[in-house]
């Protein structure tokens, strides 16, 4: 079954303490992405990845990182996390950018103490 | 999206067809997303318009105007499944697509 998988799902954890929410396809497609959803200001992109070792910010990028070391893979760092960065994240993968439709993931749903 | 414009809340009854609005702003516009989320859940593609036009598929159906920077999504014989949020995204500069903040839907009996 062609699906993106996130996790974890739910996630609770306290300030400063490094967390990775793994991202996973297996649409073999080239490019991913990494959304975050907050109440009033819909989905905002924080980084994306054309394809292997090639990753950019998005709208959001301050406090996250990512890497794209395998085509399938593309994990969220979040090296000190801030009560700011409480949200729900979404994984996302495409044939490309723009033009193709995005395939979600479940959510991961972060609280951060 | 900070360029996209939708309602925030609709409410339309079971049977009947809501229209669904959004406006863009034009400068490097290539194309036109609707997704639908479920509550707690994932979006999921629900069509993307490039060119002028009604697209149908099913009881849904997408417009576009390039000229007018407007796009609507029109769901037909609303079902009570369909209450949700529907997420209307532009593919603009460089093909990034920016979200709008999205409608929710609610279908009642």
């Known amino acids: 079954e062609a699906q993106v998988t996130q996790n974890p799902r739910y996630l609770i954890t306290v300030t400063g303490k490094k967390l990775t929410v793994t991202c996973s396809q297996n649409m073999n497609h080239e490019y991913m992405s990494w959304y975050r959803q907050d109440p009033g200001l819909g989905l905002r992109q924080i980084y994306y990845s054309m394809n292997v070792e090639v990753t950019d910010k998005g709208d959001v990028p301050e406090g996250y990182k990512v890497s794209r070391k395998e085509k399938r893979n593309f994990p969220l760092i979040l090296e000190s996390p801030s009560p700011n960065q409480t949200s729900l994240y979404f994984c996302?993968?495409?044939?490309?950018?723009?033009?193709?439709?995005?395939?979600f993931g479940p959510g991961t749903r972060l609280t951060v103490t | 999206g900070q360029n996209i414009d939708q309602p925030t809340e609709m409410t339309a009854t079971e049977g009947a067809i809501v229209q669904i609005n959004c406006t863009y702003q034009?400068?490097?516009?290539?194309?036109l997303f609707w997704y639908q989320q479920h509550a707690g859940e994932a979006p999921t593609f629900l069509s993307y318009?490039?060119?002028?036009g009604l697209e149908e598929k099913g009881r849904f159906s997408s417009f576009l105007s390039r000229s007018k920077g407007y796009s609507y999504l029109l769901l037909k014989e609303l079902q009570m499944k369909d209450s949700a949020s529907y997420l209307c995204a532009d593919s603009g500069g460089y093909q990034k697509v920016t979200f709008g903040i999205g409608t929710k839907l609610q279908v009642i009996p």
């Open positions: 034009t400068s490097g516009f290539n194309g």
């Open positions: 996302a993968s495409s044939s490309g950018q723009g033009y193709y439709e995005q395939y």
């Open positions: 318009n490039v060119l002028d």
